[in-house]
Antibody, heavy 118, light 107 residues
Framework: VQLVQSGAEVKKPGESLRISCKDSGHRFTSYWMNWVRQLPGKGLEWMGR????????NYSPSFQGHVTISADKSINTAYLQWNSLKASDTAIYYC????????????WGQGTLLTVSS | EIVLTQSPDFQSVTPKEKVTITCRAS??????LHWYQQKPDQSPKLLIKYASQSFSGVPSRFSGSGSGTDFTLTINSLEAEDAATYYC?????????FGQGTKLEIK
């Protein structure tokens, strides 16, 4: 299993963005895909997750309404989207999922660095 | 939301020492507690899942214990490569949460 994320982004406040996470495995629709944020020099924050089989999502209240998690099961890819970026969104974003139908995060993407600056 | 509190925040240790990191949950979470290691400029790596389950690829010096609200990650005979930040993570109830992290420095 390999999770490959899209590359680093530099955006301005107010801009929109969608980053991606492609799952090279053969069971993309079997397990929840999670997104985790890491602010510069800080710890890990769970943002939310998606069931790629039906696109059902759970969000942390801290991120609900500010980001959208989606998935395209035809191409084994999950997405994290913002409609209006803020400088405080500057962080590394990771996708992660379990190996089997559990809730641990055994497989991680390499991370996508997002910089939001005017 | 379940709050996970790790202790200590930082520890400076010598090679071959035994290290214990604790994680306390603000509510009962059974054994739904996982441990990760993150080295600088790397993605986190799962070390222990469901409090005490190890798996292939993780050195045997790493072990986990606990249930309910109190959990422990133990590193036996610390090696220089274990310098990293360690996080606990609960998947008992939504929203899932992480501890604040424990940074291990090797003297």
């Amino acid at each position: 299993v390999q999770l490959v994320q899209s590359g680093a982004e530099v955006k301005k406040p107010g801009e929109s963005l969608r980053i991606s996470c492609k799952d090279s495995g053969h069971r993309f629709t079997s397990y929840w895909m999670n997104w985790v944020r890491q602010l510069p020099g800080k710890g890990l924050e769970w943002m939310g997750r998606i069931d790629p089989s039906d696109s059902y999502t759970n969000y942390s209240p801290s991120f609900q309404g500010h980001v959208t998690i989606s998935a395209d099961k035809s191409i084994n890819t999950a997405y994290l989207q913002w409609n209006s970026l803020k400088a405080s969104d500057t962080a590394i974003y990771y996708c992660a999922r379990p190996e089997i139908a559990t809730a641990d995060l055994q497989h991680w993407g390499q991370g996508t660095l997002l910089t939001v600056s005017s | 939301e379940i709050v996970l509190t790790q202790s200590p925040d930082f520890q400076s240790v010598t090679p071959k020492e035994k290290v214990t990191i604790t994680c306390r949950a603000s509510q009962y979470i059974a054994n739904s507690l996982h441990w990760y290691q993150q080295k600088p400029d790397q993605s986190p790596k799962l070390l222990i899942k469901y409090a005490s389950q190890s798996f292939s690829g993780v050195p045997s010096r790493f072990s986990g214990s606990g249930s309910g609200t109190d959990f422990t990650l133990t590193i036996n005979s610390l090696e220089a490569e274990d310098a990293a930040t360690y996080y606990c993570h609960q998947s008992s109830s939504l929203p899932f949460t992480f501890g604040q992290g424990t940074k291990l420095e090797i003297k």
